[in-house]
């Protein structure tokens, strides 16, 4: 069944799998609208397979594709180890899954503080046992992107005495040293045959991805 706009003004879009194809497409359009940079900085989108399943794989993140990409294109660069080394102690990734917006019909499975509602903004996402890969200053930097692009944001931590599913974010830090935050727009009904979003957090997602 094709993907559908929703809502009285069409404020809604729903479709199969938008955890997480939503975010890969915001993350390749901001990619594509900024492939021309003056500054000199390498831009890389890494798409993954296997994250439900625990990203165990050679192509999973927490395989060695992503580690290995970075070092041929430090090769092809004529960088040695020690320049590699300094450019992932200088670098950063958004890690970018989706969040769960508040569903009023189960009010216990979130957090009272911690409600984040369809078409207000990106989620920051936080968890202290680090199953986001969000830190304090990951966070604040996260924060500057949206209010230079004019986009608003929220924040999530997910109940405390809940279970709380993880994202590659923390895999991918770990694995290669990189300051990392984890964001998301919220949807309802995730893992659902029907998720629902809301169109204005898509947009802008892509406006503070294309800032970042």
Same mark, same amino acid.
């Given at each position: ?25 915001? +993350? *390749?359009? +901001? ?10 900085? =390498?831009?890389?989108?890494?798409? #993954?397979?296997?994250? %439900? &399943?625990?990203?165990? /794989? ?5 395989? /060695?594709? $992503?580690? @290995?990409? $970075?070092?041929?294109?430090?090769? !092809?660069?004529?960088?040695?180890? %020690? ?22 019909? #189960? ?9 984040? =509602? ?9 968890? +202290?046992?680090?199953?986001?890969? =969000? @830190? ?10 949206? %209010? ?22 923390? &895999? =991918?830090? +770990? ?11 919220? *949807? ?6 029907? %998720?629902? !979003? ?15």
């Amino acid at each position: 069944q094709k993907g559908a706009f929703w809502g009285g003004n069409s404020e809604f879009y729903a479709n199969s799998q938008l955890d997480n194809l939503a975010s890969c497409h915001a +993350a *390749l359009q +901001a990619l594509l609208d900024d492939a021309v940079l003056e500054n000199g900085n =390498t831009l890389v989108c890494a798409f #993954f397979d296997h994250e %439900e &399943i625990g990203s165990e /794989s050679n192509k999973g993140a927490d395989g /060695s594709f $992503l580690t @290995e990409v $970075l070092q041929r294109i430090a090769l !092809a660069s004529k960088d040695n180890r %020690e320049d590699f080394a300094r450019t992932l102690a200088q670098s950063f990734m958004i890690s970018a899954d989706m969040a769960h917006a508040y569903q009023p019909n #189960f009010p216990l499975a979130y957090d009272p503080d911690h409600k984040v =509602t369809v078409n207000k903004g990106p989620v920051i996402k936080v968890n +202290a046992n680090h199953r986001y890969s =969000t @830190e304090s200053v990951s966070q604040a930097m996260f924060v500057d992107w949206c %209010e230079q692009a004019g986009v608003p944001y929220q924040k999530y931590s997910h109940r405390s005495d809940l279970a709380c599913g993880s994202t590659i974010g923390p &895999i =991918t830090s +770990a694995r290669l040293g990189i300051r990392s935050v984890d964001v998301g727009n919220p *949807l309802w009904a995730m893992h659902s045959i029907r %998720e629902s !979003a809301g169109v204005l957090d898509h947009g802008y997602m892509i406006r503070v991805m294309k800032r970042f």
